[in-house]
């Protein structure tokens, strides 16, 4: 047992520290996780969180420093040998497959699967202990992104973990269904399993966690309880200076700029969401936020308002039909979008960021001369976006996929803002950012509206659109409901409306 260790502590960090090329992820990483108690981690995006957990996972083992689990060294080889130390973890992004049922995709999650009949049945009688109940034979394409969440939670459950990891658990999921979540991990630490939280939702944070542990360039800065902090003081610990509040002048709106009128649009994937009737107007220096929860027609609206897919006498730019042109031809006529995929469809990987700021700034921002590409104005280009939004990388030939997810974010959003369009559509604009980094990103977006370009902003975080959103709609089941104002709205009527009760909301 190593000296920093308490009798008392499931889990003990003790001086980790991983580095990588040119970067140190973790640096000097100490503190301990107690059985029973919901313990955050908390950092800016690159503060080292992923890399941390990682190493208790078993998936990146550290340079230096040692842990100790339930009193006995803790050195997992890999994800399977952690476990079976009982360590689980729920990712943020999903690992499922759409064709396989639940069952079978919890079967290839765990090491010694059970009989399919025996399984199916503990997966009823957990799911229902648990009180996050889940059909065994139903196929997971069929199923909505908060019963994918419950498919990867239950994975884990069926493995008895003495520690539960959880990276962003709640960012595809309605008010209502977050409230079941933390019923469920208060019923599991009541029964002594410890969770350790990754979250950038601070007031959930507040709500849950007994205890928090803030990391700052790899390393611990600050300890706390986090329900005797407000959500600006935790956010002031992660980034260490005092976090800005996005503002924004109240202006009129304008003319109208974008109109979607009966958009009818198939699904390009079996497992995807049909467009229905879909109807809405924006005006010059307006937000309409569109809430709803993931699987519901977001990508579909997305494609459709790009270019991506066509919708030929649905959708009119300034008076014009846009609904027959592709992506380049909206984007020289000021129609512009983020998609929420950051990597691979907002950014190509393997580019580097001057490559990547080509990709959708060629035309508006003049990157090529008669077929030839202009590398210095390109590179300038990138340079000013990782200036402008404050992206951590070294520089403007580093590979997209060396950054971290919230710089990457910045970076997409930052290219699209500085083109100056008439209509951006972003979806989930600081998904997966942290507090201080949203605030710039949010500020951007409204001060892009303050000048006169019209904004739709596609989100699955409720306290996001009540910010920035003029008006609001909710998509469900690829029905888009009548646009209400945002203001005297509460957080329980947007639910409703997400979940397709849109009349009970208002």
């Known amino acids: 047992m190593t000296e920093t260790a308490t009798v008392d502590a499931l889990l003990t960090l003790d001086g980790l520290r991983k ?13 301990e996780i107690k059985p029973g108690e919901v313990h955050a981690l908390l950092g800016e995006n690159g503060a080292g969180k992923s890399t941390l957990v990682k190493m208790i996972y078993g998936l990146v083992k550290p340079d230096q420093g040692s842990m100790v689990l339930n009193g006995e060294p803790f050195a997992p080889a890999n994800p399977a040998a952690a476990r079976a130390s009982g360590v ?15 069952a079978e995709n919890i079967s290839l999650g765990m090491d010694n699967p059970p009989h399919p009949r025996e399984l199916a049945a503990r997966i009823r009688e957990v799911s229902q202990a648990y009180g996050l109940p889940l059909d065994p034979d139903r196929v997971v394409g069929d199923l909505s992104a908060g019963e994918r969440q419950r498919v990867e939670i ?8 003495k520690l539960l990891i959880m990276d962003e658990p709640t960012s595809v999921l309605t008010p209502q269904e977050v409230e079941i979540l933390f019923h469920t991990l208060r019923k599991l630490t009541a029964e002594g399993t410890a969770i350790l939280y990754i979250s ?50 109240t202006v009129e709106p304008g003319e109208v700029v974008l109109v979607v009128d009966k958009l009818d649009l198939k699904s390009a994937t ?38 991506e897919a066509l919708a030929p006498g649905a959708i009119t730019l300034k008076g014009e039909d846009v609904g027959h042109l592709g992506p380049n031809a909206r984007r020289e006529r000021g129609l512009l979008t983020a998609p929420e995929e950051r990597l691979g469809h907002s950014a190509a990987p393997d580019m580097s960021l001057t490559e990547n700021a080509l990709l959708t700034g060629a035309v508006r921002e003049n990157l090529t001369q008669r077929g030839f590409l202009k590398w210095h104005a390109t590179e300038d280009f990138a340079r000013k976006i990782i200036k402008d939004f404050d992206v951590r990388t070294p520089g403007p ?27 951006l559509v972003v979806n989930q604009p600081t998904w997966g950012v942290d507090a201080s ?27 996001e659109l009540m910010e920035v959103a003029d008006r609001f709609t909710a998509l469900n089941e690829g029905h888009l409901a009548a646009p209400v104002p945002t203001r005297g709205l509460t957080v329980e009527d947007i639910g409703l409306m997400m979940g397709g009760m849109a009349e009970d909301a208002v």
Request: hydrophobic content about 45%; overall charge negative; proline content about 3%.
């Open 19 to 31: 580095a990588y090329p040119g970067v140190v992820a973790n640096d000097n990483v100490s503190f």
């Open 88 to 102: 689980a973890m729920v990712f943020q992004h999903f690992s499922l497959f759409d064709a396989l049922n639940v």
């Open 270 to 307: 079996e497992f995807g969401t049909d467009l229905k009737q879909v109807h809405l107007e924006v005006r010059a220096g307006e937000v309409l936020g569109i809430g709803g929860v993931a699987g519901n027609g977001q990508d579909e609206l997305l494609g459709a308002l790009s270019g």
């Open 397 to 423: 030939d580093n590979a997209a996929r060396s950054l971290s997810g919230g710089n990457l974010q910045k970076f997409v959003i930052g290219r699209e803002v500085l083109q100056r369009p008439d209509v």
């Open 154 to 161: 239950i994975r884990c459950l069926l493995q008895d973990p």
């Open 200 to 249: 950038h939702k601070l007031e959930e944070i507040r709500a849950l966690c007994e205890h928090a542990t803030i990391l700052r360039h790899g390393q611990v800065v600050d300890t706390c309880d986090p329900r005797e902090e407000s959500a600006r003081d935790l956010a002031e610990m992660m980034v260490g200076s005092t976090l800005h509040v996005p503002s924004r002048e």
């Open 437 to 463: 980094a949203a605030a710039d990103i949010r500020q951007a977006l409204l001060d892009l509206a303050h000048h006169g370009a019209a904004l739709i902003v596609i989100s699955q975080d409720l306290d």
